[in-house]
C-alpha cells in the first residue's frame, strides 16, 4: 500500500517562500502530483513530477527524489490567495487511481 | 478545456433515501472517471473507478451495493448513494481522466480533472 505523509498544518507570511513536504512510501509510481484546494471546492492542478529533480512553474516548484520516498512543493513569493489546503498524490504502477496525501493546511498572513 | 461538471451542488436528504450525483466531462472524453469522498479537514479518499462501458472498481472497504456507478458515457458517470445515513454526510468530489488530450491541458496523460463537488447532507 501506500502511506504518504504531509504536515497537517503551516503557517507563513506574505511574500515569504514556504516548502510543504511529503513524504512516501510506496512499493512504485508513475508519477507524483502536487494538487491545490481551497476550501469547499474541487482540487485544481499544480504540478507532476516523473523523473527526480526539480519542476518549476512560475512561483511553484516541485521536488521528487524517488530514492529518498520524498517531494516537496515550494510556494515563492506567497499572497493572500495561497492560503489553501496542498494535497500531494501518487499514482500507482499500472493504475490509473491517484492516491492521495494527508494534505497540508497553508495559511499565509498578512 | 478539460472542465468537469458535478451536480447538483448541494443535497440535503433524509436518513433512507437515495441519492444521485452526476459527474460530467464537458469538453472532453474520458474513458475513466474516479469517485472520491471527502470528510471536514481530511484529505480525498479513493471510493472507486468508474470505467465506460464496464463495471466500476471499488476500493477495499467501500460497499458497491450501497454507492452505485454507472458509467453510460464517455462523458458521464453517476454515484447513487442508496438508504443514506447521516455518517454517509460529506463532500463527494468526481474527477475524469483525459481520454483524448484537449487543447490548452497540461502535456501529462495522467493528469485527472476534478469537479466541483456535491455537498450530501443526510439528516
Known amino acids: 500500500g501506500q502511506n504518504i505523509d504531509q504536515p497537517t498544518e503551516m503557517t507563513a507570511t506574505e511574500g515569504a517562500i514556504v516548502q510543504i513536504n511529503c513524504t512516501y512510501q510506496?512499493?512504485?509510481?508513475?508519477?507524483l502530483f502536487w494538487y491545490q484546494q481551497h476550501a469547499g471546492e474541487a482540487p485544481t492542478f499544480l504540478s507532476y513530477?516523473?523523473?527526480?529533480g526539480l519542476e518549476e512553474k512560475g512561483r511553484f516548484s516541485s521536488f521528487l527524489s524517488r530514492s529518498k520516498g520524498y517531494s516537496y512543493l515550494l510556494l515563492k513569493e506567497l499572497q493572500m490567495k495561497d492560503s489553501a489546503s496542498y494535497l500531494c498524490?501518487?499514482?500507482?504502477?499500472?493504475?490509473?487511481?491517484?492516491?492521495f496525501g494527508t494534505g497540508t493546511r497553508l495559511q499565509v498572513f498578512p | 478545456g478539460a472542465v468537469v461538471s458535478q451536480h447538483p451542488s448541494r443535497v440535503i436528504c433524509k436518513s433512507g433515501t437515495s441519492v444521485k450525483i452526476e459527474c460530467r466531462s464537458l469538453d472532453f472524453q474520458a474513458t475513466t472517471m474516479f469517485w472520491y469522498r471527502q470528510f471536514p479537514k481530511q484529505s480525498l479518499m479513493l471510493m472507486a473507478t468508474s470505467n465506460e462501458g464496464s463495471k466500476a472498481t471499488y476500493e477495499q472497504g467501500v460497499e458497491k451495493d450501497k454507492f452505485l456507478i454507472n458509467h453510460a458515457s464517455l462523458t458521464l458517470s453517476t454515484l447513487t448513494v442508496t438508504s443514506a445515513h447521516p455518517e454517509d454526510s460529506s463532500f463527494y468530489i468526481c474527477?475524469?481522466?483525459?481520454?483524448?488530450?484537449?487543447?490548452?491541458?497540461?502535456?501529462?496523460?495522467?493528469?485527472?480533472?476534478f469537479g466541483p463537488g456535491t455537498r450530501l447532507t443526510v439528516l
Open positions: 474527477s475524469a481522466r483525459v481520454g483524448v488530450q484537449p487543447a490548452g491541458a497540461p502535456t501529462s496523460t495522467d493528469t485527472q480533472y
Open positions: 513530477n516523473v523523473l527526480d
Open positions: 498524490a501518487v499514482s500507482p504502477y499500472n493504475t490509473d487511481k491517484l492516491i
Open positions: 510506496t512499493s512504485g509510481f508513475n508519477g
